[in-house]
Structures are given as C-alpha cells and as structure tokens.
Nanobody, 115 residues
Framework: QVQLVESGGGLVQPGGSLRLSCAAS????????MGWYRQAPGKQRELVAV???????NYADFVKGRFTISRDNARDTVYLQMNNLKPEDTAVYYC?????????WGQGTQVTVSS
C-alpha cells in the first residue's frame, strides 16, 4: 500500500508564506507525477500545480508567480512553496501522486489566509 503524510498548513496573514510537504511511503516504485490540489468551502477541488518525475511543472493561472512546486525523488516527497498568499487561497490542500497509473490522495491540510 501507499501512505501519504501532508504537513505545513496553518493560519497566515495576507502576503505571508507557507510551505507544504507531502511524503509518500510504502509501494512507491514507479512514482510518476506529484501534485497539489485545493478545495475551498462550497467549491470543487481544483488543480494548483503538478510536477513530473523529471521536474517538468504545470501551474494553475491563479498561482503563477506566487507558488513553486518541487520534489525530492530520493525522499518521495513533494513540496509547495506558497508566497504572497491571498485570502482567496484559503482552502484544504491535498497532494496527489500517481504510481504506475493509479492515483493516491493525501488527507488534506488546511490553509487559512486571514488578518
């Protein structure tokens, strides 16, 4: 089986920064894409950023220039550095990984941006 452990969420003021981490363990052979999604209350879950095993990245327009996704293949861990946070970034953030065609989701971590 595969386990995902997320960390790094919390409360931050507008303009502040947070760094999310998601570590995968278990049967992670052939770990491919790793990504972050978010879901705000009353809204659908949406893609934030994704990174391929080779480092190629894709970002949602609303985070370009503010968020950076990265990964450590030796540790099977994906990160999301979030800068210049806005109140509309408030949501539960989920990591998702793909292993040999199967998707696995983390439990989610709350990010709240408020003064």
């Amino acid at each position: 089986q595969v386990q995902l452990v997320e960390s790094g969420g919390g409360l931050v003021q507008p303009g502040g920064s947070l760094r999310l981490s998601c570590a995968a363990s278990g049967r992670t052979f052939r770990l491919n894409d790793m990504g972050w999604y978010r879901q705000a209350p009353g809204k659908q879950r949406e893609l934030v950023a994704v990174i391929g095993r080779g480092g190629s990245t894709n970002y949602a327009d609303f985070v370009k220039g503010r968020f950076t996704i990265s990964r450590d293949n030796a540790r099977d861990t994906v990160y999301l550095q979030m800068n210049n946070l806005k109140p509309e970034d408030t949501a539960v953030y989920y990591c998702k990984i793909n292993i040999n065609g199967d998707n696995y989701w983390g439990q989610g971590t709350q990010v709240t941006v408020s003064s």
